[in-house]
């Protein structure tokens, strides 16, 4: 039930936060130049997990079936909207806005295990660009040496054609220089 109750969860953020984007990145005027403004719709700690929720087999069902427990579960007052002070508890900037690339919003305060697990995954994209990094450099480095090698063996017959050339023009010159070979008993 906790699984069920977590999957719910995560598929109600997934829903309003596509959402939220899809809203964001147009102005009124067109589009949105730049990323598009993210919020991301997560439950307080105090709200209670919903229990004993069966959903239905039907997809498109069971999407409008998590979408009111949610919804109830954010309109607090049962008045069937949802205020301000409602979705403030739900709505929170992105984690991942923290001033790098693409932000400038700090995300909400989280537990100490998922920001060591978000440093971790941090570093290791880090570490793993790096690796990549140095194997492109490295590939690189062999494609430069085979094309030297390439053009030393171009020159070498290249040197070896203007030789052959040489040759030929002077077997030409002598030939040509040489009376016939009929001529000779006249």
């Keep these: 039930m906790v699984r069920f109750s977590l999957n719910l969860l995560l598929a109600i953020c997934l829903v ?4 939220a984007t899809a809203f964001a990145q147009t102005d009124g005027m067109g589009e949105h130049d730049g990323p598009p403004p ?5 439950p307080p700690p105090d709200v209670e997990k919903p229990e004993g929720i069966e959903l239905s087999e039907d997809p498109a069902e069971a ?15 049962g008045n069937g909207e949802l205020n301000h002070d409602e979705l403030g508890g739900w709505v929170h900037p992105p984690p991942h806005m923290d ?3 693409g932000g400038g919003m700090e995300g909400p305060p989280m537990g100490g295990e998922m920001e060591e697990h978000i440093r971790h995954l941090e570093e290791e994209l880090r570490r793993v660009h790096q690796e990549q990094h140095m194997r492109h450099i490295e590939e690189l480095g062999h ?3 085979r094309i ?3 053009i ?3 020159r070498e017959r ?12 002077e077997e030409l010159q002598q030939a040509q220089s040489e009376p016939p070979m009929g001529d000779e008993a006249r």
């Design 143 to 145: 494609h430069r040496d």
């Design 99 to 101: 001033g790098g690339p």
């Design 148 to 150: 030297r090698e390439e």
């Design 38 to 42: 993210m919020l991301v719709i997560m």
């Design 158 to 169: 290249l040197r070896e054609m203007d030789e052959e050339a040489r040759r030929v023009a």
């Design 16 to 19: 309003f936060g596509g959402a």
């Design 152 to 154: 030393g063996h171009l």
């Design 63 to 77: 999407f409008h079936q998590i979408f009111d427990v949610f919804f109830g579960m954010m309109d607090e007052d």
